[in-house]
């Protein structure tokens, strides 16, 4: 299975970036989908998450500013990054679980100037 991130760029604070993830196989299969995000020198934590059944769940720091969504027919899981500040700014990686595995993009850098 392989996942491709992209939508990643230089945005002012205040802007917004929409990444998205184009994987490889049937998402409808997926357990769930979601998006992490790495700042510089800090371990990777998670950003975004969406199940089968379409439940979401967000960071604290993005709830109300970032949006997740699948489209099960193109095979792909969006992020929506709107009024972005620059603590945003980071790698950003795509993942979808289909246990018992976790298949994992190559990340698309987010950097937010202020």
């Known amino acids: 299975v392989q996942l491709q991130a992209s939508g990643g760029g230089l945005v002012q604070a205040g802007g917004s970036l929409r990444l998205s993830c184009a994987v490889s196989?049937?998402?409808?299969?997926?357990?769930?989908a979601g998006w992490y995000g790495q700042r510089p020198g800090n371990e990777r934590s998670e950003v975004a998450v969406?199940?089968?059944?379409?439940?979401?769940n967000y960071a604290d720091s993005v709830k109300g500013r970032f949006t997740i969504s699948r489209d099960d027919a193109k095979n792909t899981v969006d992020l929506e990054m709107n009024s972005l500040k620059p603590d945003d700014t980071g790698v950003y990686y795509c993942?979808?679980?289909?246990?018992?595995?976790?298949?994992w993009g190559q990340g698309t850098l987010v950097t937010v100037s202020s």
């Open positions: 993942y979808v679980l289909n246990l018992p595995r976790t298949y």
């Open positions: 196989m049937d998402i409808d299969r997926a357990n769930i």
């Open positions: 969406i199940s089968k059944s379409g439940n979401t």
